[in-house]
Structures are given as structure tokens and as C-alpha cells.
T-cell receptor, first 112, second 114 residues
């Protein structure tokens, strides 16, 4: 399948562990954030989003944390499974430019 | 099934030979966009459209054209492809007219220009 990045930071975990993927965003005025999952050979897939008036949002096995003080976003995946292996990247909504800006991503490798 | 489709999925061509990559969505979305994805770089926007007959340049529009004659279709045209346009291309659509909320992506088109 397609490789989205040869030199992406990589997080390797064991099946069943919890995973934490981090993202530093660029603009303190950004008001909305999304996490995407991109499996090999596929397009990015929406996982979860969060608005800037929240610090935490939970989905099914995933939690997103937002720290506006240090412009940091994290994605926590509980009980990581081999099917979670993919590239994960965040996107921020730049209010002033009315656009989404995408990060470069982190590769998650899950070993059985 | 709600989806964004792109064709072809893989394309190898030569410098200067015009090509078109098609994109279609069945979700009645107003907003559609094209991105390219290169190693070490995030998704970079090429062109976008907020409505039929309305298109605007993104961050890297040089060498590309688009059209939006119908709501569901948003083809990407390379009039004279060059090797620096070798990349992975994604089409996306959004219910949000500005496209600044959740975007749905197609499966990608791997283009190689020799």
C-alpha cells in the first residue's frame, strides 16, 4: 500500500496496551481540532474531534485531550489492537483563515 | 454507502501528457477539496470549492486546474504534468460549507510522472 511518510515518528506498542499519540498545533486561536487515522492504502478516516471550549472528549476506546496553554493535543487509545496500526494525524481549524491545517502524523505499530 | 470515490487509484504517465483525476461524492456536500500528500509533509490543499461553479486556490495550486459543474463531482486536471507532481492525491468533501469541520476523504490516487 501507499506510504504516507518514510520518516514519521513511530510509536510501537503491544496489543492490549494503552497508546498515547501527541500533536503540537501551531495557532493559539485555533478553535476546533480533529484526529484522523490513515491505514496503508486508504484515505484519512475521522476518529474524533474536540472544540477549544473543551479539555477532554471521549469516544469508543479513544479519548482526546486538549491543553490550550501549551498548544498540545493528544489521542489516547485504550486496549490497543493490531487493527489500530496506522498513521494518526491531527488537524486544527485556523479561524482567521477559515481552513483546516493538517499535521504530518505519527505511525502507530501494534504487535500481537 | 456514503463515500467519496476517486479514479484512477494508480496512474503512471509521462511529462506533458494531460490527465484528469475524477472525484465524486454521494453525500450532497457543498464543500469539496483536493490535497496532495508527500513524505514528511502534511496534507497540502491544492484547490477547493464551496459550491457549484465556485472554486478557489489552496496552498499549492500551481500546475493544477479544477472545475465544479455539478455538486457531486470535482475533477482535478493536470494540463502538463511534471515529475514534481508525483504524489498521493486525496479528494475530500464536507457538510460544512466552509470545509473547516469534519472532512470525508476518498481512497487516494497515486500519481507518478516520469
Amino acid at each position: 500500500g501507499e506510504s504516507v511518510g518514510l520518516h514519521l515518528p513511530t510509536l510501537s506498542v503491544q496489543e492490549g496496551d494503552n497508546s498515547i499519540i501527541n500533536c503540537a498545533y501551531s495557532n493559539s486561536a485555533s478553535d476546533y481540532f480533529i484526529w484522523y487515522k490513515q491505514e496503508s492504502g486508504k484515505g484519512p478516516q475521522f476518529i474524533i474531534d474536540i472544540r477549544s471550549n473543551m479539555d477532554k472528549r471521549q469516544g469508543q476506546r479513544v479519548t482526546v485531550l486538549l491543553n490550550k496553554t501549551v498548544k498540545h493535543l493528544s489521542l489516547q487509545i485504550a486496549a490497543t489492537q493490531p487493527g489500530d496500526s496506522a498513521v494518526y494525524f491531527c488537524a486544527e481549524r485556523l479561524v482567521s483563515f477559515q481552513k483546516l491545517v493538517f499535521g504530518t502524523g505519527t505511525r502507530l505499530l501494534v504487535s500481537p | 454507502e456514503a463515500q467519496v470515490t476517486q479514479n484512477p487509484r494508480y496512474l503512471i504517465t509521462v511529462t506533458g501528457k494531460k490527465l484528469t483525476v475524477t472525484c465524486s461524492q454521494n453525500m450532497n456536500h457543498e464543500y469539496m477539496s483536493w490535497y496532495r500528500q508527500d513524505p514528511g509533509l502534511g496534507l497540502r490543499q491544492i484547490y477547493y470549492s464551496m459550491n457549484v461553479e465556485v472554486t478557489d486556490k489552496g496552498d499549492v495550486p500551481e500546475g493544477y486546474k479544477v472545475s465544479r459543474k455539478e455538486k457531486r463531482n470535482f475533477p482535478l486536471i493536470l494540463e502538463s504534468p511534471s515529475p514534481n507532481q508525483t504524489s498521493l492525491y486525496f479528494c475530500a468533501s464536507s457538510l460544512s460549507a466552509s470545509g473547516t469541520y469534519e472532512q470525508y476523504f476518498g481512497p487516494g490516487t497515486r500519481l507518478t510522472v516520469t
